[in-house]
């Protein structure tokens, strides 16, 4: 079982890897703004003398999200193979883990649930990747609101079933590990949600002259998981098929 470790690590180095190739590709195709730019206008008129390279002149429409820069052509597709591969990649690792604790006579309900959880992440993954947030923008955020939720219950119900079957110092010591990481998620989800809550209610009640475009920017890319390797589920079963360990 020790070789299984390469799946979830090849889990997230290609999503972390594909999710910064699909933010260059967004740039050079004009598509999306770089992270480094903080200056963005009301609007932008269209400058046909400007030809190659990023943006220089930006709009809100243009912040560098996740799911914004996998909207469009040629980098939607590439968008959606990742979401795919990712969401097979998961459901497969959540299998593998399943039996590993059957193995070890690790039968409860907690397992189950845990394998259940997965797979659910597993589908909400599916779902962003394949509706961009441009085009169809209510499925888009079910898939995120099934998806994120749902590894984080993945990972937490991993915690309990380490920490439970502990039986040495390397099995307490992946137990801590997991932990820890499953505390960094829940704070990046709980942050993602309350910057969303705050950008979404700032569209409905300030009027567009109000705008703080430098505020607003950072709102966003906060807002909505803006930034590549935030989301926890990678980092946290890189630690599951550790030898000997539960």
Not at 51 to 63: A, I, S
Not at 109 to 138: P, R
Not at 206 to 217: D, G, K, S, T, Y
Request: neutral net charge.
């Amino acid at each position: 079982m020790t070789a299984w470790i390469l799946l979830p690590v090849s889990l997230s180095a290609f999503s972390i890897t594909g999710i910064w190739t699909v933010y260059a590709m967004a740039v050079m195709n004009r598509h999306v703004c770089p992270v480094e730019n903080w200056s963005y206008n009301e609007s932008c008129s269209p400058d046909p003398a400007e030809q190659g390279g990023p943006k220089t002149c930006c709009t809100l429409d243009d912040v560098p999200l996740i799911s914004k820069c996998g909207t469009y052509p040629p980098e939607s597709c590439l968008f959606s193979l990742i979401g795919n591969m990712g969401a097979f990649m998961v459901a497969l690792i959540c299998l593998l883990r399943y039996g590993q604790l059957l193995e070890q006579n690790r039968h409860s309900w907690v397992n189950t649930t845990a394998l259940i959880t997965g797979c659910t992440n597993a589908a909400g993954l599916v779902v962003v990747g394949n509706f961009q947030v441009d085009h169809a923008k209510s499925l888009h955020y079910v898939g995120a609101g099934v998806a994120f939720p749902a590894g984080l219950l993945f990972v937490s119900l991993h915690c309990a079933l380490s920490y439970h079957g502990a039986a040495t110092r390397l099995d307490l010591a992946v137990a801590y590990l997991r932990s820890v990481l499953a505390v960094i998620a829940f704070v990046t989800l709980v942050l993602s949600g309350v910057f969303f809550v705050h950008e979404s209610s700032q569209q409905q009640h300030v009027h567009p002259p109000q705008l703080h475009p430098r505020e607003h920017c950072h709102d966003l890319k906060s807002g909505e998981g803006g930034w590549p390797g935030l989301r926890s589920t990678p980092p946290h079963i890189c630690v599951y098929f550790v030898p000997k360990t539960v």
